[in-house]
């Protein structure tokens, strides 16, 4: 009932997000006087500006990605088949370059109109006037794609999250207000405060957090259970099902995250300035942090299972491997 009603606002929330987005589109095609003024923006970086700031400013926009990346089994789970998942999924690649490229456009199209550059949504509607109804069908349309945004990539996985943690405490509903007060609680407003800080801080950051993640469970799931699950023993407490691993915890997941993660803490640190002096490995490493986490991550996950993978029988191995035999759902 819950995910549906999620889905009926973003269903209703999409085509008006669209509408706005074209109509402001639109303003700017018709007030910078065509297409090739809004495009005339001369690049401000030299090409070795550009070189070094490619791959953290790649991997930034991918870390943006990686939570949605991770959780989004919470939404595919409902869809009426694989190739729904897949069709819906493969829309977003598009979609999310359509917005961007009216992001910049836009952006670029201030220079020629007010003479400087607007990339703030607030001052640019506070420069842009019309009256108070254009005023109020904007600031509802960055309220309603704040929530519809908001409300799938952060709030649903972490509100499943306490769920599973802690079923008879927690409801969807508190679990979201929960999130919420976190996320008060850690001020996002500080890493907003310049685009360095949220880029190449919070967004690489984080993305070199996730990244040995997603390795793991594409390795896991592709490479060594070869697509096949076992359903039953998701689900099951069993001491001898094959997601029991030793004791509880898949030891060979979590020494593969460690070492996925471990490189990229110098290289962090340094950006942070806790540390003064960093060699230029630990650097690069950090600024491809998503890349290096990734591949990382699922090799050693991969290796580590072909060493010390017991197949899941005892339910006491380093990392199952179920598919060194046939798995039945």
């Not at 010390?308 to 339910?315: A, I, R, W």
Request: charged letters at 15%; hydrophobic letters at 50%; glycine letters at 10%.
């Amino acid at each position: 009932m819950l995910m549906h009603r999620i889905r009926t606002l973003e269903r209703h929330a999409a085509p008006l997000l669209i509408a706005l987005t074209l109509a402001l589109f639109a303003w700017a095609y018709a007030r910078a006087g065509g297409l090739g003024r809004m495009l005339s923006l001369p690049s401000r970086l030299t090409p070795r500006e550009f070189r070094t700031l490619l791959l953290p400013s790649l991997t930034a926009n991918i870390g943006s990605w990686s939570g949605l990346a991770l959780n989004i089994p919470d939404f595919t789970r409902h869809a009426r088949s694989q190739s729904d998942q897949a069709l819906g999924q493969a829309g977003l690649p598009l979609f999310m370059g359509a917005f961007a490229f009216v992001g910049l456009a836009v952006t670029s199209a201030t220079e020629p109109i007010f003479g400087r550059l607007i990339s703030d949504p607030i001052e640019l509607l506070a420069a842009v006037g019309g009256g108070f109804f254009v005023r109020l069908d904007a600031v509802s349309g960055l309220c309603l794609a704040l929530i519809t945004t908001n409300v799938a990539a952060n709030f649903v996985a972490s509100a499943n999250t306490f769920i599973s943690l802690a079923p008879k405490v927690f409801t969807f509903g508190r679990g979201a207000l929960l999130t919420a007060a976190i996320g008060v609680a850690f001020q996002p407003w500080r890493i907003l405060s310049s685009s360095d800080s949220f880029m190449y801080t919070w967004l690489v950051g984080y993305s070199a957090v996730l990244a040995p993640i997603s390795g793991i469970v594409i390795v896991d799931y592709y490479v060594l259970r070869r697509r096949e699950l076992n359903i039953d023993a998701l689900y099951s407490n069993s001491k001898f099902g094959d997601y029991y691993y030793s004791k509880g915890y898949n030891l060979g997941a979590i020494a593969a995250l460690v070492m996925g993660i471990a490189p990229v803490i110098p290289g962090f640190l340094h950006k942070t300035k806790v540390l003064r002096d960093c060699s230029e490995v630990f650097v690069g490493i950090y600024d491809n942090g998503w890349f290096f986490g990734f591949f990382t991550g699922g090799t050693l996950y991969w290796g580590i299972s072909l060493l010390f993978g017991g197949g899941g029988e005892t339910g006491d191995s380093l990392v199952a491997v179920p598919l060194l035999r046939r798995v039945d759902s």
